[in-house]
């Protein structure tokens, strides 16, 4: 067990719905990272939160959005889902921005029909 | 261009046999961290190593080596006496500059070890 939360580990929906990750970080960590992993474009990054302020932002979709709360969890919005969002959605979180290592959750594996 | 270029798709070891991963990885920056992954079948991501490209050794973790070879911009795994259970997905990452960066990823190798 890393310490990384992430649910639903799986999740089967529509083509048009929206859908809700979420992911408690490791106790302590205050840096949240967003990453998909589809078997075309390998791991991406998405996005990364810092204490609940968004710090940065990679190959995101304008249909997806997240956010981190107070209590340092994090969310990841999916919306309008197509077909070609199927895949694997990590979490990860570190301690600070800059930290070396990040610490990733299970993944929640997202196949949308 | 890749940023990560993992040329190995697929790998076979006999068991307690060595294994090397090979990894590249392109760019200009004088401060860059170079990170490998292991992806088991049941999907999580488990953090193996870490090199600062000023460290001066390799870095190693138990069976697990860093061959870092700055001027060939090359940080090949070496996975020493292989198991079973290191039968996965293997990936070599890299994150840039001091700053915020984020951790990027090449395609991985996957690895099986035969008994």
């Known amino acids: 067990d890393s310490g990384v939360t992430q649910t639903p580990k799986h999740l089967i929906t529509a083509t048009g719905q929206r859908v809700t990750l979420r992911c408690s970080p490791r106790s302590g960590d205050l840096s949240v990272y967003w990453y998909q992993q589809s078997l075309d474009q390998g791991l991406q990054f998405l996005i990364q939160?810092?204490?609940?302020?968004?710090?940065a932002k990679g190959n995101i979709l304008e249909r997806f959005s997240a956010q981190q709360f107070p209590d340092l969890h994090s969310e990841l919005n999916l919306s309008s889902l197509e077909l070609g969002d199927s895949a694997l959605y990590f979490c990860?979180?570190?301690?600070?921005?800059?930290?070396?290592?990040?610490?990733f959750g299970a993944g929640s594996r997202l196949t949308v029909l | 261009a890749q940023k990560i270029t993992q040329t190995q798709p697929g790998m076979f070891v006999q068991e307690k046999e060595a294994v090397t991963l090979d990894c590249t990885y392109d760019?200009?920056?004088?401060?860059?961290?170079l990170f490998w992954y292991k992806q088991p079948s049941s999907g999580e991501m488990i953090f193996l190593i870490y090199q600062g490209s000023y460290d001066e050794q390799n870095a190693t973790e138990g069976r697990y080596s860093l061959n870092f070879q700055k001027a060939r911009k090359s940080a090949n795994l070496v996975i020493s006496a292989s198991q079973l259970g290191d039968s996965a997905m293997y990936f070599c990452a890299m994150r840039e500059g001091r700053g915020n960066t984020p951790l990027v990823f090449g395609k991985g190798t996957r690895l099986s070890v035969i008994a």
């Open positions: 990860a979180s570190s301690l600070t921005i800059g930290a070396n290592v990040l610490t």
């Open positions: 760019t200009s920056d004088q401060s860059y961290g």
């Open positions: 939160y810092y204490n609940g302020e968004e710090r």
